[in-house]
């Protein structure tokens, strides 16, 4: 069973860039395909961005498109999420999620999560 923890939220005013990082305990973690979805206050936990085992394939949701990069690194058991050009709107808890599925962008397909970081970004 794979443990996630997440680091590198805080706050920062738009326009500003934040890093965050979700360090697994797993060391077969390049067997998991990652995640990271985020959680506003009053709304669902709704899917930002994944990356595949290797790091060959990303996607992501439209609303970070362009303004958000997930990286991983499989010797160093790290997934990492840049976020640049921050708004008031990404203000949320961000979880990182591992799947050993070959591919999943839907919260159901993950398993395993972590404890979340929250990022707020003021205007």
């Known amino acids: 069973q794979v443990q996630l923890v997440e680091s590198g939220g805080g706050f920062m005013q738009a326009g500003g860039s934040l890093r965050l990082s979700c360090a697994a305990s797993?060391?077969?973690?390049?067997?998991?395909?990652m995640g990271w979805f985020r959680q506003a206050p009053g709304k669902e936990r709704e899917f930002v961005a994944t990356?595949?085992?290797?790091?060959?394939?990303?996607s992501y949701a439209d609303s970070v498109k362009g303004r958000f990069t997930i990286t991983r690194d499989n010797v160093k058991n790290t997934v990492y999420l840049q976020m640049n050009s921050l708004k008031p709107e990404d203000t949320a808890v961000y979880y990182c999620?591992?799947?050993?599925?070959?591919?999943?962008?839907?919260?159901?397909?993950?398993?395993?999560w972590g404890q979340g970081t929250q990022v707020t970004v003021s205007s």
């Open positions: 999620a591992a799947t050993l599925q070959s591919w999943a962008t839907r919260r159901d397909e993950y398993v395993y």
């Open positions: 797993e060391r077969t973690f390049s067997r998991y395909t």
């Open positions: 990356i595949s085992r290797i790091g060959g394939r990303t």
